[in-house]
């Protein structure tokens, strides 16, 4: 590997520079920690250790390694460091760094959506903005596959972790599936200091991690020791020294660093003191000079770091293992307590006097340095590559066609799906070369096999489907070649969420928005939930397809019968749930849903759909549709001031219009509304009814419209195929009487007559919970 070595001048500015954001991470949390006022008496917080742990090597990346191209993900508790350097690149103000965690000021974990810095990705739960750089780096590659970003305009996609984000789970679904797509230009490098939140780190992984990264692929880089260690090393008794280091367990390391000198020299002595020179070694530094030297790690080497970030830059995906010190410099060093240990006001004193900072300059970008190394620092930070970085925010940039529904007489919103991105898929609209759809092994049942036979798999390099070349009958084309627009996954339903994730950024990240499409069976929403939480978070755009759904899925079983999705997407930020009944429900929540997600105040969208096939509505006109896309519409209108109605989503639909049938003699004028969005109208709800509080006039929300029309006595039966607790609610909207009706316990195997039966969602218990509240 041909290195290229920074120049000493390069190497010392990087110091400074180093020793400038160490110092204004740790002065904006001890800013809000304790000279801000503080007005509830709740602990502000921050991480200082965890900052001082990376700031050498966040130094060498932006002010140095990092090209305009190039993305990170920023370790969340090393926010602040992000930020102050940031600051020192005028980018960020003053005030929003004496507001840290105050609202409106830089939040604790740097944020996309939040902070006015630019963030490439959001952080916050560990191992999820590590896998995001994967997913992102396999993005950026469909992009120029498809004449969508230029290859001259690609760059790395980074992560700055935490070495305590390699235990989550996550991060190795992620690396088998980079693996398999063969991922590039993708760099991790870990902040290897071998502590986590609650103490030392395990010495048993020592060196698995190498193997378990070399196995899939990954050059390993590891930085062990700067290169003060490296040239004592090569001193008379030096060996000995670096024998010692090497089997020194991590948490005796990590103790003797937060004894300091003395402690470091009893224990050398004690150990190694009767090796030849070792003495010496020893005796030629004062107790400071030993503390530097034993701290000298790799990941605190600016010439060690930035040699390596010079040293890997061809595409291979590289993991960096930079080994450090939390806490180093700072009197928290390596004490197993410090994650969220705070220095005092005495020892942050301390700390400054000793960067030479003058009492009052604490903001100064450039305090503490020289004019000469002020100047060399200022030009070192003027001229980082990383200002020319482009900032994108593509809004309503793809013409979306209107979409037909399948004219089939009955048929099951799943298949329709199916069809309604087929057709697309043969129109050659253009919002069909946006459309990129993946799936975790579950591409066929979810009736995506249509859209792929169409547009193929995507793989950088060419797929043969072998069965189709050997003329064995399959109804599924399975080739891949870099035009393909369906990127499947293994079955693992969290990285289909970190992939959405990263598919719904393409627009802020490479500049050209992708309309991503993922499929998944309905419960296992849930296996992926606090990445689908991490993605919205975001303000990632995405169409979700959660298919089959609830006990509807009949002879499958309980566990694959989803109860609660429809109460997660309430609670869901950044997502809307729309459950059609009809093929034209969906069809329109879908054209509906492709200008959502590239709207400026829009988001994502999540279909739950169903394989039960059922009778189509008849419409006399399209006077529906706007309500429909608000969340309900009157499916039968109810007479002015009825006493009663029936209120359905999604599968049971044709429950409700049976039991709207058998009723509708003894109770003239019932009416039946289809829900299609209880997360909107609750959320349209609640806002309504918060306007006048926000300085705007009372407004009436949707619901309210709707259910405006019953008696104030009247009663409502409510039914999904799911938790009754999704529609329950809708009694409290204007004080109306419910009969809820869903499903409350796990579902089981069995025919749908019988299953709607035993879990009380046929049309003979929707007229008896009617009974009950009319009769
Ligand atoms: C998913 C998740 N679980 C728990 C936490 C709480 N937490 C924050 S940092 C951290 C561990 C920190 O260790 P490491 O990643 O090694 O970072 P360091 O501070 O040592 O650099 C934990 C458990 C979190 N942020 N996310
Ligand atoms: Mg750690």
Request: proline share 5%.
């Amino acid at each position: 590997m041909a290195v290229t070595v920074s120049s000493p001048d390069t190497v010392s500015t990087l110091e400074d520079l180093e020793a400038r954001l160490r110092w204004l991470a740790a002065w904006t949390i001890h800013n809000a920690n304790h000279i801000r006022e503080n007005v509830d008496g709740v602990k502000v917080g921050g991480h200082q250790a965890s900052c001082a742990s990376m700031s050498a090597i966040m130094a060498a990346l932006y002010f140095h390694a990092l090209g305009p191209n190039d993305r990170v993900a920023v370790k969340p508790h090393a926010g602040p460091l992000l930020h102050a350097i940031h600051y020192m690149l005028g980018n960020e103000s003053l005030d929003k760094l004496k507001a840290f965690r105050g609202l409106g000021g830089v939040q604790s974990y740097p944020s996309r959506t939040k902070d006015v810095i630019p963030v490439d990705f959001s952080t916050g739960s560990v191992g999820l903005g590590v896998a995001i750089t994967a997913f992102a780096s396999l993005v950026q590659d469909y992009m120029v596959a498809h004449g969508l970003m230029a290859d001259a305009d690609t760059g790395r996609m980074i992560a700055l972790m935490g070495d305590a984000e390699l235990d989550e789970g996550n991060i190795y679904e992620c690396l088998i599936e980079a693996y398999k797509h063969d991922i590039r230009n993708c760099w991790w490098i870990v902040d290897y200091n071998r502590q986590s939140l609650d103490a030392t780190t395990a010495d048993r992984m020592f060196r698995r991690f190498d193997d378990i990264f070399e196995t899939c692929g990954w050059r390993v880089v590891t930085l062990k020791h700067g290169r003060h260690q490296r040239a004592a090393f090569k001193e008379q008794g030096g060996q000995a020294l670096a024998d010692w280091i090497d089997n020194c367990p991590n948490a005796e390391y990590a103790a003797l660093t937060y004894q300091g000198g003395a402690a470091w020299r009893a224990r050398l002595e004690t150990d190694i003191g009767g090796v030849r020179g070792v003495k010496a070694l020893l005796g030629k530094r004062d107790d400071a000079a030993l503390a530097e030297l034993m701290t000298n790690l790799g990941g605190h080497c600016l010439e060690s770091l930035t040699e390596a970030f010079e040293g890997a830059k061809d595409d291979r995906p590289t993991l960096f293992i930079a080994y450090t010190i939390k806490g180093f410099g700072l009197p928290l060093a390596g004490h197993k307590d410090n994650h969220a240990g705070l220095m005092t006001p005495g020892q942050v004193s301390e700390l400054r006097t000793g960067l030479g900072i003058a009492e009052g300059e604490e903001w100064e970008p450039w305090a503490g340095l020289g004019s000469n190394a002020a100047a060399a620092a200022k030009a070192m930070a003027e001229a980082a590559p990383i200002r020319l970085k482009k900032e994108y925010r593509p809004v309503d940039s793809i013409d979306v066609p209107p979409l037909e529904a399948p004219r089939d007489a009955e048929q099951s919103t799943q298949a329709a799906f199916g069809k309604i991105l087929f057709e697309l898929a043969k129109s050659g609209h253009p919002l069909a070369a946006r459309i990129v759809t993946t799936s975790p092994d579950v591409t066929v049942s979810t009736n995506l096999g249509g859209w792929v036979n169409q547009r193929g798999l995507f793989r950088r390099q060419d797929l043969t489907d072998v069965f189709q070349k050997a003329k064995i009958p399959s109804a599924q084309k399975w080739s891949g070649a870099p035009a393909g627009q369906h990127i499947e996954l293994g079955i693992a339903e969290n990285n289909l969420f970190v992939m959405l994730a990263a598919l719904g950024l393409a627009g802020d990240i490479f500049g050209e928005q992708l309309m991503p499409v993922g499929t998944v069976y309905d419960p296992f929403i849930a296996r992926g939930l606090d990445a689908l939480n991490y993605a919205c978070y975001q303000d990632a755009r995405f169409m979700l397809v959660a298919t089959p759904s609830g006990v509807t899925l009949g002879p499958e079983g309980g566990a694959h019968q989803s109860i609660n999705p429809p109460l997660i997407a309430m609670g869901q930020p950044g997502l809307t749930h729309y459950e059609p009944a009809f093929a034209d429900e969906l069809a329109l929540m879908m054209e509906h849903g492709f200008r959502h997600m590239q709207a400026a105040d829009g988001g994502s969208i999540y279909l739950r759909l169903t394989t039960r096939s059922i009778l189509q509505a008849w419409r006399e006109d399209d006077a529906w549709q706007a309500d429909a896309l608000k969340g309900a519409y009157w499916l039968r209108k109810p007479a002015e001031g009825s006493e009663a109605a029936v209120v359905a989503m999604g599968a049971v639909m044709p429950e409700a219009i049976a039991a709207w049938e058998l009723l509708e003699a003894d109770l003239p004028g019932l009416g039946l509304l289809a829900v299609t969005s209880p997360t909107l109208l609750h959320r349209d709800w609640s806002a309504a009814r918060a306007a006048r509080w926000q300085g705007r006039a009372r407004e009436t929300s949707h619901i309210e419209t709707l259910l405006g029309a019953l008696a104030p006595s009247a009663g409502l039966v409510t039914v999904l195929d799911g938790s009754p607790a999704a529609l329950s609610w809708l009694g409290g909207v204007l004080g109306h009487r419910v009969s809820p009706l869903g499903t409350d316990r796990f579902g089981q195997t069995g025919n749908l007559p019988d299953l709607y039966r035993a879990y009380r969602l046929d049309a003979d218990a929707i007229v008896e919970a009617a009974a009950e509240l009319f009769l």
